[in-house]
């Protein structure tokens, strides 16, 4: 079955960086785009990045362009969040998650919880 | 961006029950519109993708229709397990967004 880890959560302070892993399992990692989402306490989903099946195209939400880089290893199976110059505002649940294709999200890892505080 | 617009933010229903709700694109997306299902302390579930097509899985009971601007999700007959938040999510342009959810809470 499909399977979608993710880790290297914690809490940071503002200005640092910290990068999120995320293992895939379970299915063909390499035939698929994945996707970077994330929750803030008590709110919604804010999609973050995308990144295509071999890696060449990649796309950021406005909030964490420039700041935050997203990649991938198929010979391992994981993608990768790089979120560097971290804000408050970017305290949240991180969710990896798998492309459907078209931009649909069809699987989700559980989540690790970053905190930005000083 | 292309905003979403669900509501209502919170409807209150019991079990047995047809609950719909709603979602309002701020342009034309065609048909592009998936819905996702959340639970409290879990990961979204995806539900309805295309505006209408049911994802694997997913039990009858919930439909989606509707094109342009204006989507709806239908549960026909509430199960217990079906209380919790709804997300609707746009693919027809970059960046995808999602609308701010409708909680279904048991009247």
């Known amino acids: 079955q499909v399977q979608l880890v993710e880790s290297g959560g914690g809490v940071v302070q503002p200005g640092r960086s910290l990068r999120l892993s995320c293992a895939a399992s379970?299915?063909?990692?390499?035939?698929?785009?994945m996707h970077w989402v994330r929750q803030a306490p008590g709110k919604g989903l804010e999609w973050v990045a995308f990144i295509s099946s071999d890696g060449s195209d990649k796309y950021y939400a406005d909030s964490v362009k420039g700041r935050f880089t997203i990649s991938r290893d198929n010979s391992k199976n994981m993608v990768y969040l790089q979120m560097n110059r971290l804000r408050g505002e970017d305290t949240a649940v991180y969710f990896c998650?798998?492309?459907?294709?078209?931009?649909?999200?069809?699987?989700w890892g559980q989540g690790t919880l970053v905190t930005v505080s000083s | 961006e292309i905003v979403l617009t669900q509501s209502p933010a919170t409807l209150s229903l019991s079990p047995g029950q047809r609950a719909t709700l709603f979602c309002r694109a701020s342009q034309s997306i065609s048909t592009s519109l998936a819905w996702y299902q959340q639970k409290p302390g879990q990961a979204p579930r995806l539900l309805i993708y295309d505006a209408s097509s049911r994802f694997t899985g997913i039990p009858a009971r919930f439909s989606g229709s509707g094109s342009g601007t204006d989507f709806t999700l239908t549960i026909s007959s509430l199960e217990p397990e079906d209380f919790a938040v709804y997300y609707c999510q746009q693919r027809d342009k970059w960046p995808p967004t999602f609308g701010q959810g409708t909680r279904l809470e048991i009247k």
């Open positions: 379970g299915f063909t990692f390499s035939s698929y785009g």
């Open positions: 998650a798998r492309d459907k294709g078209q931009r649909y999200i069809d699987q």
